[in-house]
């Protein structure tokens, strides 16, 4: 019988390896990836090739903006003005070539030889009517004359695809389409521009552009003067192809900030409840008083073409006469700072005076139901803080007194799963709570910090019953979130994120 003996293959002078030698790296995970400089290349090419993306589609300063949530005034400045439009057509000479009208032809098509500069706004000459403005500035659509109704810009003939551009340095704020009113259209805020009641002094103004065919720039958007930024068309309520140009004040003349832009004069429940048609309500110059606090005569303005305000700074401490070199960015940006901050401290004195006389006036009425009276004291953060919310007793019914301020209340914290309600009080210079009839005019919910959808986001007098009234809010992201009321410049106690400790 044989037997096979078994021999290793060490014993026969061989030593088997893997193919494939399993290894593991000793170092950590840190010590690993610098020693791959590939990785480190490669992440400092994505942020580089998304930083760039970014920047080259919407801009440093909308970057920026889209970081920080807030426009910065001080990037701007005023160089002067130009008109909406550069070129619009010699209507009399394009018709003898055997041209056309606005409404038959586009820009393109018009002959470069009947081409103009637009033509010099006149007011005086506008109340006739004019080839070259349908309707003028507080115009009406029977005569187009300024000053005979309460359109508060100026409509622009002009054909379809005609370039509009920016009238000065600023901000895109808003490009929006308003299907049944202005159409596509944009608004630019414009700093430091002369005051058009002084022109020594500076303001902040917003022009508006409507009606468009297209939108070439973006909310966030620094634009330059005289860069295009639309085409002329006939979007939204327009029965021809023309430009509504508009200008807006921040403000009206008291400091109460403007709710919205571009501004109207009236609401459509106030037209409504007067019995008129918006035409109707514009040839009569329903709300004209509104139009002129809220805007100015937007071509009489550009064509001024004011000289930028020099503003100065003092050299020294000791009362010694005054520099006249214009102020650096740094240094406007601290003078309007200090001078917020003043403005926000005048108000906070005049709250907590207020707040003594309704504590007095409640300790001699303990018979009424309580309410709650919100005072906001604004840090010099950017992000108000509140006072803790003290109880008085408040009327049974509605009082008579004209609509001084409106409360925000709310819940604290939101979960960020689904809509929520904060309640708008109106209540008079005494903090009686005041029925809807008393509120002069349409007013705007807006976020003063964070990001929510508000719906509606714009009230009339007839939506609130008992003096109060309801919106809902789906909050977005996990910021803390302030409301505000606007014209009223209210603001809400903050509403923080459920998670945030």
């Known amino acids: ?203 902040v103004l917003h022009s508006a552009y409507a009606h468009l065919d297209s939108q070439f720039v973006a909310e966030g958007d620094v634009v330059q003067k005289g860069q295009q930024i639309g085409l002329v068309g006939r979007t939204g309520y327009a029965t021809g192809n023309h430009l509504h140009f508009q200008i807006d004040r921040d403000t009206l003349a008291d400091g109460t900030p403007i709710a919205w832009h571009p501004f109207w004069p009236f609401s459509g429940s106030e037209a409504r409840t007067a019995g008129l048609s918006l035409a109707q309500a514009i040839d009569l110059g329903f709300m004209k008083d509104r139009g002129y606090a809220s805007t100015i005569s937007p071509l009489v303005y550009v064509q001024a073409n004011y000289a930028p305000v020099k503003e100065t700074v003092a050299q020294n401490q000791t009362g010694s006469a005054s520099s006249q070199r214009p102020l650096t960015v740094a240094e406007r940006a601290q003078a309007e700072s200090a001078k917020l901050l003043s403005m926000r401290q005048a108000r906070l004195q005049q709250r907590l005076a207020r707040r003594g006389t309704l504590l007095a006036s409640a300790a001699k009425d303990s018979s009424a139901a309580d309410i709650i009276i919100r005072e906001t004291v604004v840090a010099s953060t950017a992000l108000p803080a509140s006072q803790p919310a003290p109880v008085v007793t408040p009327p049974a019914s509605p009082h008579s007194g004209d609509v001084r301020t409106i409360d925000i209340q709310h819940a604290p914290t939101f979960a960020g799963r689904g809509w929520m309600t904060i309640t708008l009080t109106l209540r008079d210079e005494e903090g009686n709570i005041v029925d809807g009839s008393k509120l002069p005019r349409d007013i705007a919910v807006r976020t003063a910090y964070g990001e929510a959808e508000i719906r509606p986001q714009v009230l009339s007098p007839l939506d609130f019953h008992g003096g109060r009234a309801e919106v809902s809010v789906l909050p977005r992201g996990r910021r803390t979130i302030v409301f505000t009321v606007q014209p009223f410049g209210v603001l809400s106690d903050p509403m923080k994120y459920e998670g945030e400790r």
Do not use: C
């Open 1 to 203: 019988m044989n037997l096979t003996k078994l021999t290793t293959s060490r014993s026969q002078g061989f030593r088997g390896k893997p193919l494939h030698r399993k290894s593991e790296h000793k170092l950590k995970a840190i010590a690993y990836l610098r020693e791959k400089s590939s990785f480190l290349i490669a992440a400092v090419s994505l942020v580089a090739f998304v930083a760039g993306n970014m920047i080259g589609s919407h801009g440093v300063y909308a970057v920026l903006a889209s970081v920080w949530g807030k426009y910065d005034d001080s990037l701007i400045s005023y160089t002067g003005t130009v008109t909406p439009i550069a070129l619009v057509p010699d209507y009399n000479a394009w018709m003898k070539t055997g041209g056309g009208m606005p409404e038959e032809a586009a820009f393109g098509q018009v002959p470069k030889e009947v081409l103009i500069p637009l033509p010099s706004y006149d007011a005086a000459l506008q109340r006739a009517g004019s080839a070259d403005f349908a309707i003028g500035f507080m115009g009406s659509y029977k005569t187009g004359g300024d000053g005979t109704g309460s359109h508060p810009g100026v409509d622009i003939r002009a054909p379809k695809g005609t370039p509009v551009r920016a009238i000065a340095n600023g901000i895109v704020t808003d490009v929006k389409d308003d299907a049944g009113g202005f159409g596509r259209y944009i608004v630019i805020r414009h700093p430091h521009m002369p005051d058009p009641t002084n022109a020594q002094k500076t303001t």
